[in-house]
């Protein structure tokens, strides 16, 4: 860190620029020279060569020529240099060694290389190479490379570098990276001597969003004390923009846990909502979803054709590997306890325990691993350099697609029509030819079957393992009592009210803290307003 | 010679006999440490290892108590109740910790090593007081009690019942839970409390102590039987019942029914914390996963193969799922989840009035 004193020295050198100059006259030169570099650099690269192994002054002095030459052609010789691959020959001619033969550095022709000698390498030059090959991979072929290089030039800002990073910008076309050049450029300016180049670096520091650049304004700001003013501008200007930034990416993280939550209740909010049958092993049937995932992913292993679409494959066997489960349960057990919800709690409580004890064996304790599709994976950068992962915004898609067929599969078909009335009159649904039983046994069935779908997302983000569903199981079922039981419009906001709330507390309180307040916040709510947000009416809340 | 007697008569002579099974039972656990003292040799010896785990066993039987009173009377069933148990056994663990003086790993005159490890300078305020046996005990019920006061209170008032009271039991734990597994809570994080030294001046290493235990678990679990007898028996319990089976309806009868079942669910939190505070010596730690929401649960599937409603019924149960835990857990440790989940359906479906209702439908 800057030291006060250091302050008070450059505060000097503000006022007596030229001490500076006459300490590194081999800057100005640089300086100078590189202003003039767009017109000549062919030039500058055959002028350059000239020194190189006549000496370690020459050739540290050779090597930062072609470094500020910016000349791509540069960058293998000085590499090979850096490799010691690097011979000079009696006559002059530089070779560059290339397994057993050798090629000429200027042409690129095969060359002789006998009586060459390694052109050899002292501390000087080694520093001057590191600093001119940082220079020329701005303008590497390799994206990849560029990028590197375009940091080293921040961390290592000086003003020589700025007219180097103005024609790395003008010639840069991928965004990112020409982002990345621009910040170096910034901060280059700032370590200029004029005033109008500082300004010119803070104005675009202070366009940018980044607390990198806010990182470099507040070490200026003590060496400057000139321009103090406009680089506290500059900071609150990125200050704003930095927590505009936070603010959507905690709101896209807490709608991202609200996805979570919502595929976790959704199940739950069909089977316990407009059933009332509280089913403890949700959780389980939502683990056998990202089983059956795991399952459907080593079955394709060997059809190269269908891998890549695993995943899309194990979301319709998903809800009916656990929609069968759901099936077989409600006609084998949970019939039998129906009006009794403690018993039906704790018997479902023990069909969830045997189920995780049966994967437990089947498959091990251990974590399985699933492959995300390569469309999965990675981040994307939305505007105002907001990042988002992609897993997590499918998986937001996805939750509310599935939120979406859910209520279209109540509303609009037959068979949702069939379970409303059952769930309203029993007795006058089974008058008018509805047969009861079925419609119970296929709604439990959908409701395990929306919670297998909700394995196949989770196990994208989660362990999969056999207590994955633990860990769901209390926040689902708080969801749908908060957002209140038999709505599902009550589920939505439940789940992304909850998850939200829990992500905005998560930065002063820490990640367990938060969830504990929401727990406590939920419970609280639901005591002031037992029957949820979305409180059912009339006879319906009285069931 | 049943075909003679009246039903009611039955009934009479069917809880005689199992009262004194009950009676035979204390007793048998009582001369059980006195059987430890015997040589090694003596056929009738009890081993050390069946003497503490009989110890644990009747600190599970208070609790299945605690819960039966709640669920089984008042018809509260409670997913919770493992939190008023750790809650107790932490008070009682934080006077086990204040206990160890300077004979901690740092040396620490006051502070327990835990918080020495996290460079705290001085005890928080609310480990103050622990320092006396008195205090700590108090604090064994009135910790669990004012948690059950305050989450009753609310959810009695706004008349949470069924399962939405079942589910935010289970929440309230396992807030507990996270909260407790934090190490800035001052309560030892992840690790809790353990390495006790001594109770009341008793080393806790020694036989002597072990038995001292066994028998003070033993007294309290038969106080708690006889309070818990006493109040189901009076008015107060008649009451009880009757809300359990038609809360409205006492409710326009003109019964308070929120500080009815207010009264149960607090004394029932109490009675878990007792069991909590004497579990903890015995087993010599305390850690957060005390408050994981499957302990609970499975405490209440003691009270439902025992059967609810009767308070031997619970005792029973205790004893006789956690004996097959005990026996599996070492015999076939995979299948015991089988068997506990199978409990729970095979109880739910088939026997839902637990062992004691077997137990009857042979008597009459």
Redesign the interface.
Known sequence: MRTGAAAENQGAAWRRPRLIHMKHPVLIFLLLFALALPARAQDAFTAGLTGLGTGFNQTAESVDRLGASGDPRALPLLRALNDGRLLRRADGALLIRDGAGATDALTGAAADATGAEVVRLNNRVRVALRGALGRLQLVSPDPAERQAAAEAVFRSRSAENVPLLDTALARETVPAIRARIALALAASRLMANDPENKLLGVTALGATASPEARAVLLEARATNPAIAAQIEEAVAAIDQRLAVRRAAETLFQGLSLGSVLLLAALGLAVTFGVMGV?NMAHGEFVMLGAYTTFIVQEALRGIPMLQPWSLPLAVPAAFLVTAACGAAMERG?IR??YG????????T??????I???VR?AFGAQNREIISPAWMQGTLMLPGDIAVTQNRLWILVFSLVILGLTVAAIRFTRFGLEMRAVTQKRAIASSMGIRTGRVDALTFAFGSGIAGIAGVALSQIDNVSPNLGTGYI?DS??VV?FGGVGSLAGTLVGAFGLGTINKILEPWA?A??A??FV??A???F???K?RGLFAQKGRAADA | MSLAMSPIAADARLRLGLRAGLAIFVLLLGIMPLLNLLPVTNPLHVSDFLVSITGKWICYAILALSLDLAWGYAGI?SLGHGAFFALGGYAMGMHLMRMIGPRGVYGHPVLPDFMVFLGYQELPWYWLGFGSFPFAMLMVVLVPGALALI?GF??F????T???L???T???T??LM??F??NDMGFGGNNGFTDFKELLGFALNTSGARAGLFYASLIALVLSFLICLRLTRSKYGRVLTAIRDAESRVRFLGYNTTSHKLFAFVLSAMLAGVAGALYVPQVGIINPGEFS?ANS?EA??WV?VGGRGTLVGAVLGAFTVNGLKTWLTSAAP?LW??V??????A???FL?KGLIGLIKGRGR
């Open positions: 509280i057990l039998h306890l009794r919800p403690l018993e039906t709690l704790l018997m409580f023990g069909v969830g325990m045997m995780q004890q049966s064996l209390i079922f708080l009592v820490g367990v803290l969830k504990v727990l406590v939920a419970m609280l639901i005591q002031r037992p | 069933l989450v609310l959810s008032r706004s008349r949470i069924g399962v939405y079942s589910i935010l289970q929440a309230m396992f807030a996270l909260a597994f934090r929401p649960i209440v599937i439902a995979d989840l089988f506990l989940g199978g409990l729970f359906v109880v739910t479906l839902p």
